[in-house]
């Protein structure tokens, strides 16, 4: 590919047949038209598509899979990456976490959306679904990067109806605004941030907003012990049975963490077709001390997805770290060494989280959008190929991704993305302001 | 650097001139002598070097690192790899690892060791402590990949007086093997398998040789709760309190996993001067129950190191992983955030592990061997930088491996092997002929 070809490829529109790549086992052809559709996947495809593709990519040597879908972020945190870790809790939040998020600006959260989305796109993500504060600027980074995103404001009002009335007008401002960009990669959701800081009345308008507005609901559940028995105390249920009372838990409602749900909370997630985001990184660096009940989750036929959580608490955006960690972490808590086996853990970050966000991707089939996602098999961590979904989630991390497309636009190829230094730059630069602005010190590393 | 430079430099015996890089926040050059020692080390250091050092690596955008130093591994077992998964423990080995282990080649663990060398020179290891069979032709591996190894054979003798005659024999012709190579990478170790693979006697005749040869003991030690309540009703006696009784635990001995240890046990390490290998993802996926006390084991001053176990129950050798599992689990198992922080998970797969083998390595300074690992800065993952070691612990992984060097010798520049392919392929054509002379079949995945 010469020089232009390598400028061209990444625009959009572009026509591309990928040829013998390895999906499931078989060794396929993939085209993608303008539109960003798969137009038709199979052997042989390539001579139907030879001469028509703008471009063809050498699929020879990879896995294709579909981007993963990472169901619960604050992506504009990786400019707190490494910031302070290692911490209690408290201490982390109101020394280190909270002055900062104190001086964040809308750029900043532009250029921390653009380094996660370029974290994504280098380790194989292609869709997020993210809660942050400055979502316009989240909207901004997503559409320059090329990803998909579902993106909510952070509700919180304490039990304040002021802050409430603020609350409700700043996620009605999200969603008009979305609505008014018309990209078919960018969607708003309600998010109320959990039972402990949004007031049933906050929780029952959000349920009602994201029903007429026909979006999602996105919000944390049951993330620590202290949530639950604090949400019984005050409110006489479990957080669970709390949501449902207030309207939230519906088919389009992914809740985040899950960690100490009981049998019967598992249950009525199932029955209200609500999909649970495990993060379990997250979970274990700030010792939540109990892992989501996969089985539970999983006899009530809930829709399991998987998240990182933000930067601040992972930390890192990397899919396959996350899937091996949840693979890892169930087996482990739970005592059993058959449970959450690999082709589970990759249809909860592809297929499973894709359906969660009401995302028409997931699967690479012939009339889905083109967000599919190039693995090297020509690597130690894929080496030997006795089964391609046990190396996908134990042994590959995202430094075996190759190339990526969303939407049917390439993002990156043969590990080359298009203003990777520009946007490293921008974030560092934002990072060490923001820093500076809150006055802290670095510390020693 | 000229395609000619580019295949000198891999060559033994060039002195290497780093310059610009990042070592605990400084910014530093390093010269390494055709020695392969660091020669000096420092800011300014390239006004002394310039001219005299055969090639200069451009350090800026990287940190430096001591190459990591994986203290446990059965390396060929990489041959097996993702082979079969998600089992209980029992079924896995009788119907899946076993049969195929029967069938083992000293060709197959040539190329198994192989593999498991390239696997880790691309994630920044540069020595590891080995347990497993053929162990003639894993060194030869070790010896041709350029890295550094303990050897020891699996000496296993189920209490039978003529089959420990056979180990013995086998542990003394690999030490003289070792011995005759004179290659100052490679050493030997005994390796008695387990207290319950391995009779007193046995482990006594291991404890005296080891002493006699001045080299490592190398053993798994509280794995399984099983592995404790047998020891107690078999030899009245907790694992680690019956290796003591047999002398094993010395300043020289390696006990890997330590999960099901308790407080006096923990001492006990501690007084010998025993040195603990934590391998936090195998003991997940194997549902061991119980995660290595890390805190007890601290306490006791021992000095406590990092391993990955065998790829059949990790399935991966890349230590940076093995980092955060160690330091997520650590938190999460004993529930308290502050447990295992990033610097202290960063000595456990360098320092500690480079004590616990008797390697020279371990550490950036002048005179000791150049085992040095260059980690891109200018990555997603490694941006922005408020704590490089949070960073490399916790966000990066293999992938963020530009280059790496074992005993001053460049064995990966820029991501460049040599040979590469042809280690995969030879480890890729092992596998599937072990598996077909197994007669098993692949099974779906």
Known sequence: MTEHEMAEIFEKNRSILITGVTVENRTVDIFVDEKGTIGSIGPGVRKHHQGEADFVIDGDGAIAIPGFVNTHTHAAMTLLRGYADDMVLQDWLVQKIWPLEAHLTGEDVYWGTRLACLEMIRTGTTAFNDMYFFMDEAARAVDDAGVRAVLSYGFIDLNDPEKREKECRATESLAARIRTLGNPRIAAAAGPHAV????????????????????????????TEKEVTDCVEQHGKRPAA???????????????????????????????????????????????????????????????TL???GCASNNSLDMFGAAKTAALLQKFFWNNPTLLP?????????????????????????????????????AAANTPLHHATSNLVYACSGGEVETTLCNGRVLMLNREIPGEDEVLAGAAGAASALVKRAGSCKGDS
């Open 307 to 309: 998240g990182t959580d």
């Open 242 to 304: 709390h949501l449902d009372a207030c309207g939230v838990l519906t088919p389009r409602t992914l809740v985040a963490h899950c960690c100490w749900l009981n049998e019967a909370e598992c249950a009525l997630l199932g029955e209200r077709g609500t999909s649970p985001s495990h993060n379990p990184a997250s979970n274990m660096k700030l010792a939540t001390n109990r892992a989501m009940p996969y089985h539970w989750l999983s006899l009530a036929g809930a829709n399991i």
């Open 342 to 378: 690999a082709p589970e853990a990759l249809r909860m970050a592809t297929i499973n989280g894709a359906k969660a966000l009401g995302l028409p991707t997931g699967r690479l089939v012939k009339g889905a959008p083109a967000d599919i996602v190039l693995v090297a098999t020509r």
């Open 196 to 223: 402990y800081t949004v007031s049933p009345e906050g929780l029952q308008w959000c349920a009602e907003f994201a029903r007429e507005e026909k979006i999602g609901i996105h919000i944390h559940l049951a993330e």
